[in-house]
């Protein structure tokens, strides 16, 4: 069974400040990791990493995949209050279902 | 393009009513599935359909029932409710399966509540 482990389960920041969530994974013939940021509402798309791109950057934040150590994280740097919210890492396997880890609750302080 | 709609955005259900989570996308995806997301457990995936008229299993199929007659539409029913599903519900939808190089897109979610 696929799955997929987050840590940490919240983490609170002050603005500014840069932070690193972590995803760690145990999948059957990995095809993908997908981040996606939660706000009150429905996930939105950050990032997908596969074997053929292991590194994505957009803006402040940034993601890098280890396919051999088997996990991924997620920085964001110089953090603002909009960057409060849920964080989640999906992984794709052979059997096409995405299976979600339970979510970093990131809060961003004033 | 409404891209991923699902209706009703709430719902209030007594124990043993049976209801049905409509979901829709305009974007002709073949993949869609549905998600229940319960506080500090992040998405959790019900069932899944790769097509009109194949559907499969995810992680937590029971006590839910779906079908897939159109590409467009994806509804999930409740069979007889107990307050174990109180949640909230995500419908998705990608061009193909998620886990290769298709994103997948989210409707608002439904939040059901069974008393």
């Known amino acids: 069974e696929d799955k997929v482990v987050q840590s940490p389960l919240s983490l609170v920041v002050h603005e500014g400040d840069t932070v690193t969530l972590n995803c760690s994974y145990e999948?059957?013939?990995?095809?993908?990791l997908l981040w996606y940021k939660q706000e009150k509402k429905a996930p939105t798309f950050l990032f997908m990493l596969?074997?053929?791109?292991i590194e994505k950057k957009s803006g402040r934040l940034s993601s890098i995949l280890d396919k051999k150590e088997l996990f991924s994280i997620l920085n964001i740097t110089a953090t603002q209050t909009g960057d409060s919210a849920i964080y989640l890492c999906?992984?794709?396997?052979?059997?096409?279902?995405?299976?979600f880890g339970k979510g970093t609750l990131l809060t961003v302080n004033p | 393009n409404a891209g991923v709609t699902q209706t009703p955005k709430f719902q209030v259900l007594k124990t043993g009513q049976s209801m049905t989570l409509q979901c829709a996308q305009d974007?002709?995806?073949?993949?869609m599935s549905w998600y229940r997301q319960d506080p500090g457990m992040g998405l959790r995936l019900i069932h899944y359909?790769?097509?009109?008229?194949?559907?499969d299993q995810g992680e937590v199929p029971n006590g839910y029932n779906v079908s897939r007659s159109t590409t467009e539409d994806f509804p999930l029913r409740l069979l007889s409710a107990a307050p174990s599903q109180t949640s909230v519900y995500f419908c998705?939808?990608?061009?193909?399966?998620?886990?290769?190089?298709?994103?997948?897109?989210f409707g608002p979610g439904t939040r059901l509540t069974v008393t």
């Open positions: 999906a992984v794709g396997g052979s059997n096409y279902k995405l299976t």
């Open positions: 596969t074997s053929s791109g």
């Open positions: 359909s790769v097509g009109a008229g194949i559907t």
């Open positions: 974007m002709n995806h073949e993949y």
């Open positions: 999948v059957t013939n990995f095809r993908s």
């Open positions: 998705a939808s990608s061009y193909s399966y998620p886990s290769g190089s298709y994103e997948q897109y």
